[in-house]
């Protein structure tokens, strides 16, 4: 049997860098099921100050499980405020990470068109990562 050692953590202003911790809440979650991809297909221009961001996803599940509830984590190189999606903010507003909750029906091998994401932040957003998870592997219908 292992012996529990506690985690530490330590935070440094000076790193760009990001830690997801959790202890383990009871959900079922695929990591490794979707390759997700997000583009910048909209900056800001005259009359409007957004930048609409198109994420797609393709949904590979080696076990044949549907899903019915997703978790988008979307990551930037500076804080981005949410505006609006086709899922519900779960949190992260105004920092570089969002986290998105879709309730999309999808089968064992889909492609997911997730539509626009709307954000607002300062002049040279990027994306630097996105990740789209399964939660709860369960889609409810079948």
Known sequence: MRTYERPVAIANDELAEGVYMASGDGVKEGRDCYTATAR???TPETGREDYRIQVDAKHAAKDNHH???????IS???PVEY????GK???GN???TLKVGYSYHNN???NIGLGDLVVKADAGLAI???VLVDVGMDCGQH
């Open 76 to 78: 930037f190189n500076m």
């Open 67 to 73: 899903a019915g509830k997703q978790r988008l984590e």
């Open 89 to 91: 903010l779960e949190g």
């Open 40 to 42: 910048i297909h909209q």
């Open 94 to 96: 105004n920092t570089q």
């Open 128 to 130: 630097t990562n996105t």
């Open 83 to 86: 505006v609006s999606s086709n």
């Open 108 to 110: 064992a091998y889909d």
